[in-house]
């Protein structure tokens, strides 16, 4: 019993850094209607910032992850100008292919860079003990940055002008257009934004297990499962749903093979989406 | 009389907003009937509730006596109802004849390909579109793509059309052109249940008049009798302008 | 539909692709053409999914390895005819298609797409456990399995033949299809799936039809294929990056069009031809692949059918 109940708090704490992962999909989701099918690919790249950073330059892990937020952005910014803005107001089928187009380009050029081989940075942290358990110290520490990005966030979006800019864009692109803001300037952080929360929830999933350049696909996965479980558009809706697959995970770990579980996930998806198609959190939208 | 379209007791609400209240509605045959009614007064959702877009929270929605409620819209459109948009959805890949052909094949008379395609020409030619049937509905101005709207939703041969705003952003030479079809539609044999805001149009062109407000019958009767309505003039008070437009046709 | 020409081309075509290598007796040829035959008929039943109904199906190649690996099974197992097998394989995937189609074609865009992904995955996982399938080690054809045909250098020539009669096929139908009242709701379900439904055009149904229907020549094709291979295992068999060419074959070719996908298919192979000098370039494969995908869709959204249809009006009557 006991070993169930750490299993799902672990889970838990892994599951807010899901979330994290999800608010940057769902953000871009929400604010130019368009899903960035190139998001596991940016998840293993933070992943690798990490494995860089920490391995390679020899800095403090942690470190990484300002660096991954600045490269994230950067790189969202590029990426919506090339490969997302024209495809605004097109039929969805072309932002599709154009974020998948993108996603195959990083995915192949990580492949010739590292190949498909396992890494593992080791990051030393202490651990908290509790009635025979230890929970691993870079969970814990995972945990409280991913709800500190998301709290940062959340006061960038409702406590700055940029964020008042970015959520009236999101709800009515043409008012905004109106009012003055530059739109296609403000898609375009946007997606940045997005981007970046994808990497640098790569960089801290990199600190808790190893990963190959293939990784991103099964977070892409979860990161879809959660935001339909928190519905599209809806950042705080993402961060629950994270925790709450998180918890799923925790219970179904004891249980069940590891590689059964992106099964369960995906069987998850399909079911919440038949059944649910606006999410369980979903915001209002006419 | 035969009552076509029937609403009875007709609800909806969204969150906490009540969109649509305990709405009767009848059209009958060879009718035109106006739905009017300040912004925000439901007449978009109860054309929505009526060709099955969301379901009603309460009520029947009833086509030719056939209870309609919950079907979704393509059956809708089978059982004879189709549908012209305020903001207009061409399918813009395909030319003039393929989008009437798609109503006429899909329609109530549901036909093959063949006759679909002879019915659509048809149809076009009736709205004006005779002559261009080859160009992809992208390469229509507004006016054509209104005029497309409207033909691709009779090539169904529906036995009731809902109008929603089809003389919005046409010019005073299109707009009575516009009023014009609508006329043959109804002789035809179409009846016609209509959103409009332009007020010298609907009280020209209906038979009766249904006033919304706040999701709910406000008033129902003549052109005549609805624009004396002191409610009604109560209702649409805060716009002066569409205020003389009603006491000047009324 | 038997007067127009368009039909008599294609059979016409399909007859020569399949007897010059056959009475040339020309092994390299075949395998080459082969390759370009299977990939033809992914690209043409995907394009019925993108190009007719606008969605996006990224894990198509699950239609491939599943009837392969029925097929395979009923060969070895049960000792069944080739072509009765490969048929049942093809059924048995487009049922399975139909009944999972309902489920997830509800979904829109981008999760219709995932949700294909993840099929891919799951089926691929659940037959990688699959004992009585081989496992993660496969299927394997005893050399007597070809005995019923001949031998195994009949058999060979006899699947090259079959496949290339499904190619032809997977044309003709594309064709069928698009001139039929079936392929217009389609179409108009690709334009804009609201206003379809509006106009009366039963939505479910259709996608279901269509998706169904996209794997039924896959998946013979896949058993043909696999056969001629004799061995079938799992991660050969539902391989994403083969699914994600198919893709980018039709938008290479042209969407929506009936030549298209079989023109992408040949740029396409000549593309990877050029590239595939050592084994360590297949990662630039997908490289290159991404690039001109976005190229594509970024500029030339219509592939090269559409842009010569915008060039010169006037081939868009005989040139589909």
Same mark, same amino acid.
């Given at each position: 019993?006991?070993?169930?109940?750490?299993?799902?708090?672990?889970g838990?704490?892994?599951?807010?850094?899901?979330?994290?992962?999800?608010?940057?999909?769902?953000?871009?989701?929400?604010?130019?209607?368009?899903?960035?099918?190139?998001?596991?690919?940016?998840?293993?790249?933070?992943?690798?910032?990490?494995?860089?950073?920490?391995?390679?330059?020899?800095?403090?892990?942690?470190?990484?992850?300002?660096?991954?937020?600045?490269?994230?952005?950067?790189?969202?910014?590029?990426?919506?100008w090339?490969?997302?803005?024209?495809?605004?107001?097109?039929?969805?089928?072309?932002?599709?292919l154009?974020?998948?187009?993108?996603?195959?380009?990083?995915?192949?050029?990580?492949?010739?860079?590292?190949?498909?081989?396992?890494?593992?940075?080791?990051?030393a942290?202490?651990?908290?003990?509790?009635?025979?358990?230890?929970?691993?110290?870079?969970?814990?520490?995972?945990?409280?940055?991913?709800?500190?990005?998301?709290?940062?966030?959340?006061?960038?979006?409702?406590?700055?002008?940029?964020g008042?800019?970015?959520?009236?864009?999101?709800?009515?692109?043409?008012?905004?257009?109106?009012?003055?803001?530059?739109?296609?300037?403000?898609?375009?952080?946007?997606?940045?934004?997005?981007?970046?929360?994808?990497?640098?929830?790569?960089?801290?999933?990199?600190?808790?297990?190893?990963?190959?350049?293939?990784?991103?696909?099964?977070?892409?996965?979860?990161?879809?499962?959660?935001?339909?479980l928190?519905?599209?558009?809806?950042?705080?809706?993402?961060l629950?749903?994270?925790?709450?697959?998180?918890?799923?995970?925790?219970?179904?770990?004891?249980?069940?093979?590891?590689s059964?579980?992106p099964?369960?996930?995906?069987?998850?998806?399909?079911?919440?989406?038949?059944?649910?198609?606006?999410?369980?959190?979903?915001?209002?939208?006419? | 009389?035969?009552?076509?379209?029937?609403?009875v007791?007709?609800?909806?609400?969204?969150?906490?907003?009540?969109?649509?209240?305990?709405?009767?509605?009848?059209?009958?045959?060879?009718?035109?009937?106006?739905l009017?009614?300040?912004?925000?007064?439901?007449?978009?959702?109860?054309?929505?509730?009526?060709?099955?877009?969301?379901?009603?929270?309460?009520?029947?929605?009833?086509?030719?006596?056939?209870?309609?409620?919950?079907?979704?819209?393509?059956?809708?459109? $089978?059982?004879? *109802? @189709? +549908? =012209?948009?305020?903001?207009?959805?061409?399918? &813009?890949? /395909?030319?003039?004849?393929?989008?009437?052909t798609?109503?006429?094949?899909?329609?109530?008379?549901?036909?093959?390909?063949?006759?679909?395609?002879?019915?659509?020409?048809?149809?076009?030619?009736?709205?004006?579109?005779?002559?261009?049937?080859?160009?992809?509905?992208?390469?229509?101005?507004t006016?054509?793509?209104? $005029?497309?709207? *409207? @033909? +691709? =939703?009779?090539?169904?041969?529906?036995?009731? &059309?809902? /109008?929603?705003?089809?003389?919005?952003?046409?010019?005073?030479?299109?707009?009575?052109?516009?009023i014009?079809?609508?006329?043959?539609?109804?002789?035809?044999?179409?009846?016609?249940?209509?959103?409009?805001?332009?007020?010298?149009?609907?009280?020209?062109?209906?038979?009766?008049?249904?006033?919304?407000?706040?999701? $709910?019958?406000?008033?129902?009767?003549?052109?005549?009798?609805?624009?004396?309505?002191?409610?009604?003039?109560?209702?649409?008070?805060?716009?002066?302008?569409?205020?003389?437009?009603?006491?000047?046709?009324? | 539909?038997?007067?127009?020409p368009?039909?008599?081309?294609?059979?016409?075509?399909?007859?020569?692709?399949?007897?010059?290598?056959?009475?040339?007796?020309?092994?390299?040829?075949?395998?080459?053409?082969?390759?370009?035959?299977?990939?033809?008929?992914l690209?043409?039943?995907?394009?019925?999914?993108?190009?007719?109904?606008?969605?996006?199906?990224?894990g198509?190649?699950?239609?491939?390895g599943?009837?392969?690996?029925?097929?395979?099974?009923?060969?070895?197992?049960f000792?069944?005819p080739?072509?009765?097998?490969?048929?049942?394989?093809?059924?048995?995937?487009?049922?399975l298609?139909?009944?999972?189609?309902?489920?997830?074609?509800?979904?829109?865009?981008?999760?219709?797409?995932?949700?294909?992904?993840?099929?891919?995955?799951?089926?691929?996982?659940?037959?990688?456990?699959?004992?009585?399938?081989?496992?993660?080690?496969?299927?394997?054809?005893?050399?007597?399995?070809?005995?019923?045909?001949?031998?195994?250098?009949q058999?060979?020539?006899?699947?090259?033949?079959?496949?290339?009669?499904?190619?032809?096929?997977?044309?003709?139908?594309?064709?069928?299809?698009?001139?039929?009242?079936?392929?217009?709701?389609?179409?108009?379900?690709?334009?804009?799936?609201?206003?379809?439904?509006?106009?009366?055009?039963?939505?479910?149904?259709?996608?279901?039809?269509?998706?169904?229907?996209?794997?039924?020549?896959?998946?013979?094709?896949?058993?043909?294929?696999?056969?001629?291979?004799?061995?079938?295992?799992?991660?050969?068999?539902?391989?994403?990056?083969?699914?994600?060419?198919?893709?980018?074959?039709?938008?290479?070719?042209?969407?929506?069009?009936?030549?298209?996908?079989?023109?992408?298919?040949?740029?396409?192979?000549?593309?990877?031809?050029?590239?595939?000098?050592?084994?360590?370039?297949?990662?630039?494969?997908l490289?290159?692949?991404?690039?001109?995908?976005?190229?594509?869709?970024?500029?030339?959204?219509?592939?090269?059918?559409?842009?010569?249809?915008?060039?010169?009006?006037?081939?868009?009557?005989?040139?589909?």
């Amino acid at each position: 019993m006991i070993g169930i109940l750490a299993s799902v708090i672990d889970g838990v704490l892994v599951g807010s850094v899901y979330g994290l992962a999800a608010m940057g999909l769902t953000l871009i989701w929400g604010v130019m209607n368009v899903i960035n099918l190139a998001h596991g690919a940016i998840i293993v790249l933070g992943m690798f910032v990490l494995y860089l950073v920490a391995t390679a330059l020899g800095l403090p892990p942690y470190g990484a992850i300002p660096i991954t937020i600045a490269l994230g952005f950067a790189l969202g910014v590029a990426l919506y100008w090339i490969a997302v803005h024209r495809m605004i107001g097109r039929p969805a089928l072309m932002s599709l292919l154009s974020t998948f187009a993108v996603n195959m380009v990083l995915i192949g050029l990580g492949t010739a860079l590292w190949t498909t081989s396992p890494y593992n940075v080791p990051v030393a942290m202490p651990g908290v003990a509790w009635q025979g358990y230890t929970f691993t110290g870079t969970h814990i520490m995972a945990a409280a940055l991913a709800a500190l990005i998301a709290a940062l966030l959340y006061l960038l979006l409702y406590r700055t002008r940029i964020g008042k800019a970015i959520r009236a864009v999101a709800n009515n692109r043409e008012g905004a257009e109106l009012s003055g803001i530059p739109t296609s300037r403000i898609l375009s952080l946007a997606f940045g934004l997005g981007v970046a929360l994808a990497g640098v929830s790569g960089t801290l999933i990199a600190t808790l297990f190893p990963f190959t350049i293939l990784s991103g696909e099964a977070y892409q996965l979860k990161s879809f499962v959660v935001t339909v479980l928190g519905g599209l558009g809806n950042p705080a809706g993402a961060l629950i749903g994270g925790v709450a697959l998180g918890l799923i995970e925790g219970l179904a770990t004891p249980f069940m093979p590891v590689s059964w579980i992106p099964i369960v996930e995906f069987g998850l998806f399909v079911l919440c989406l038949i059944a649910f198609p606006h999410g369980i959190f979903a915001l209002k939208r006419s | 009389m035969t009552a076509l379209l029937t609403l009875v007791g007709l609800g909806k609400s969204f969150g906490g907003l009540r969109a649509v209240q305990d709405l009767n509605l009848t059209l009958n045959e060879g009718e035109i009937l106006g739905l009017i009614g300040p912004n925000g007064a439901g007449k978009s959702t109860v054309f929505n509730l009526i060709n099955g877009i969301y379901p009603p929270d309460s009520g029947r929605i009833l086509l030719e006596g056939r209870d309609i409620t919950r079907e979704p819209p393509y059956q809708v459109a $089978r059982h004879g *109802l @189709a +549908r =012209a948009h305020q903001i207009v959805q061409p399918l &813009l890949g /395909l030319s003039v004849l393929d989008n009437c052909t798609v109503g006429a094949c899909f329609g109530r008379e549901n036909l093959p390909l063949h006759r679909a395609q002879d019915v659509a020409r048809e149809v076009a030619d009736s709205v004006g579109l005779g002559n261009r049937l080859d160009t992809l509905a992208s390469a229509l101005t507004t006016a054509g793509k209104k $005029r497309l709207e *409207l @033909a +691709r =939703a009779l090539s169904s041969r529906p036995r009731v &059309l809902l /109008l929603d705003e089809v003389l919005a952003g046409l010019n005073p030479t299109e707009t009575e052109g516009m009023i014009q079809t609508v006329r043959r539609i109804r002789e035809g044999g179409v009846a016609i249940l209509m959103i409009e805001h332009i007020m010298r149009a609907i009280m020209s062109l209906s038979d009766r008049i249904v006033v919304l407000n706040v999701g $709910r019958k406000l008033a129902e009767g003549t052109p005549h009798e609805v624009a004396n309505n002191p409610d009604v003039i109560a209702a649409y008070l805060g716009d002066a302008q569409l205020m003389a437009n009603v006491e000047n046709s009324g | 539909m038997w007067r127009r020409p368009f039909p008599w081309l294609i059979i016409g075509a399909a007859l020569l692709y399949a007897f010059v290598p056959y009475f040339t007796n020309d092994v390299q040829l075949r395998e080459s053409l082969l390759l370009a035959a299977v990939y033809i008929i992914l690209a043409s039943n995907l394009n019925l999914m993108i190009g007719y109904a606008g969605y996006v199906n990224f894990g198509n190649i699950v239609f491939f390895g599943l009837g392969g690996y029925i097929c395979l099974y009923l060969v070895s197992d049960f000792q069944w005819p080739l072509i009765l097998a490969a048929l049942i394989g093809g059924v048995a995937v487009s049922a399975l298609a139909l009944l999972f189609g309902l489920g997830i074609l509800r979904l829109r865009g981008a999760f219709f797409a995932l949700a294909t992904i993840g099929v891919n995955a799951a089926i691929q996982q659940v037959i990688t456990n699959f004992e009585p399938w081989g496992g993660a080690t496969g299927i394997y054809l005893a050399l007597d399995a070809y005995a019923p045909l001949g031998g195994p250098m009949q058999a060979l020539w006899t699947s090259y033949l079959l496949i290339v009669a499904l190619t032809a096929a997977s044309l003709l139908a594309s064709y069928v299809v698009r001139n039929s009242k079936f392929g217009l709701g389609l179409i108009a379900i690709g334009q804009n799936e609201d206003a379809a439904a509006v106009l009366g055009v039963p939505t479910p149904l259709y996608k279901a039809l269509i998706y169904s229907a996209s794997a039924f020549l896959p998946a013979m094709a896949g058993g043909l294929y696999f056969f001629k291979s004799g061995i079938i295992e799992p991660t050969g068999a539902f391989n994403l990056q083969t699914s994600i060419e198919a893709i980018v074959m039709v938008m290479l070719g042209g969407s929506g069009t009936i030549l298209g996908p079989t023109l992408g298919a040949f740029l396409y192979e000549e593309l990877r031809g050029y590239l595939l000098i050592a084994e360590a370039f297949s990662h630039f494969q997908l490289v290159i692949a991404g690039a001109l995908l976005l190229l594509i869709v970024l500029f030339v959204p219509g592939g090269l059918l559409g842009f010569i249809h915008r060039r010169w009006p006037r081939t868009r009557r005989w040139l589909e």
